[in-house]
């Protein structure tokens, strides 16, 4: 789901709208049968919004949004905000005509890890690097965490 906003090409941030549907659900102290109902949903839809596992539709975006009182803007991120491991995912999915799900289940990520590299980039040096080597690309210390990159550097100067 991408949207053309002022500034550029914003793309739909699915790890931080599942993120928010929980925690507004269980704020209200809901299950996931009662708020699929109340946003007019099955359930099994319901929970893969809140697993990450399915972009909603407009419609259920649209929806969800007005049940919980979200802005629905709140949930786009410029494309220039994805990580720089998430731009190559981006670019090898496209690619290859993937869904977000058959890139992940490619990559062997579950859907929060898959999204935190996507968006932000983080995860442990074990992942990315197994990323990288699925993906063909070179691992790079743009791919890993501050902490990780000081890390490594410091590694290679006490070698």
Known sequence: MKTRQKGG????????????????????????????????????????????????????????????????????????????????????????????TQMRRYLGLSSNVYQSLLFLGKSRVDVIARVCETLQIPVSDDYFLSDDSVRREEDRENK
């Not at 739909?12 to 007019?40: H, I, P, W």
């Not at 099955?42 to 909603?56: A, C, D, I, V």
């Not at 629905?72 to 005509?97: C, M, T, W, Y």
């Open 9 to 100: 090409e914003n793309t739909f941030d699915l790890f931080l709208f599942s993120r928010a549907c929980k925690k507004a659900r269980t704020e209200r102290k809901m299950n996931q049968y009662q708020a699929a109902d109340a946003v007019g949903v099955s359930q099994s839809m319901y929970s893969n919004f809140e697993s990450g596992g399915r972009k909603p539709s407009k419609e259920s975006l649209s929806k969800i949004c007005e049940f919980y009182g979200f802005d629905p803007s709140d949930f786009f991120v410029l494309k220039q905000h994805v990580s720089a491991i998430g731009e190559k995912i981006v670019e090898v999915r496209d690619a290859r005509n993937y869904s977000d």
